[in-house]
């Protein structure tokens, strides 16, 4: 049965931290919804009501383009081994980039990937936990090496010149103010 908590418990913590696999999902009053798939050990709990994720360079870039606009967030957690269960945070975020003061303190909570391009801190207002009955199980097999690898081969230069001609805007033609914050 589903529950509702106003704070991430320590049990929510620890089942947050085994997770290697998460969803986000943002939109803005009148955008197309994005839900994300993310990984590569990128998330940590700040807090009873505070998480931070770094977002990676990819194809797209509509989370942060939806929460300069709309700060709501949801973050979804499955268990895919072990005990079924669905843990979703729901609160609101700011995106930082690289030029942004809190850039340095936050990054630094992460070791450090290629293609780093933006932070996410939520502040959140609801835990909910469901059954999770339907999710199937999958065996976690490793990291895929591909987006490393790609971002490793741009370069600093490779990658914003990326951020330039294939991230500034989102599906719906939201601007994601990366070109601004981050060269």
């Known amino acids: 049965m589903g529950q509702s908590y106003q704070e991430i418990s320590e049990n929510h913590r620890q089942f947050i931290e085994k997770q290697k696999i998460f969803f986000v999902g943002t939109a803005t009053s009148d955008s197309r919804v994005s839900v994300s798939p993310k990984g590569m050990d990128t998330l940590r709990v700040l807090g009873s009501n505070r998480v931070v994720w770094l977002n990676l360079t990819g194809s797209g870039n509509e989370t942060s383009a939806h929460v300069q606009l709309n700060p709501r967030m949801t973050i979804m ?92 805007a989102s599906i719906d033609q939201i601007p994601t103010n990366i070109v601004a914050k981050n060269l």
């Open 77 to 168: 957690f499955c268990s895919f081994e072990g005990a079924p269960l669905i843990l979703r945070l729901y609160g609101l975020a700011r995106v930082f980039h690289h030029n942004d003061a809190e850039w340095e303190a936050l990054s630094s909570l992460f070791e450090p990937i290629p293609g780093a391009r933006q932070i996410f801190d939520m502040e959140v207002d609801l835990v909910q936990t469901s059954c999770g009955f339907g999710v199937p199980y999958y065996s976690y097999a490793g990291e895929r090496d591909a987006l490393n690898d790609w971002a490793v081969k741009k370069g600093d230069d490779g990658l914003k010149q990326y951020w330039e001609d294939k991230n500034q």
